[in-house]
């Protein structure tokens, strides 16, 4: 069982930027796409960003897209987002997840059929 564990969170002030990780436990991730996906109060989940096992393949949500860049590192088995002018509306708890396919399958990562997810870091965006 992989276990991924999410770190970073905080609370900053709009037009800030913040950077999270997230670690796993088992170095197989380094074959597997993983994304980011975060769940503001009172809503559903959503994806964020997603990269493939290699970092060479990305994609992101139409809201981050410019804003926010995913990227890794695979000797250290970690998953990177980084969030600039950030806004009042990206406060949420962002979780990181792992699809345990090296290529990014659209269709799972917006849906959020992940095989393994972390526990979430809180992101709090004052105005």
């Known amino acids: 069982q992989v276990q991924l564990v999410e770190s970073g969170g905080g609370l900053v002030q709009a037009g800030a930027s913040v950077r999270l990780s997230c670690v796993a436990s088992?170095?197989?991730?380094?074959?597997?796409?993983m994304g980011w996906f975060r769940q503001a109060p009172g809503k559903e989940r959503e994806f964020v960003a997603a990269i493939n096992w290699s970092g060479s393949s990305f994609q992101y949500e139409d809201s981050v897209n410019g804003r926010f860049t995913i990227s890794r590192d695979n000797a250290e088995n970690t998953v990177y987002l980084q969030m600039n002018e950030l806004k009042p509306e990206d406060t949420a708890v962002y979780y990181c997840?792992?699809?345990?396919?090296?290529?990014?399958?659209?269709?799972?990562?917006?849906?959020?059929?992940?095989?393994?997810w972390g526990k979430g870091t809180l992101v709090t965006v004052s105005s």
């Open positions: 088992d170095r197989a991730v380094v074959n597997y796409a």
């Open positions: 997840a792992a699809e345990k396919r090296p290529y990014i399958d659209s269709s799972k990562f917006r849906s959020g059929a992940m095989d393994y």
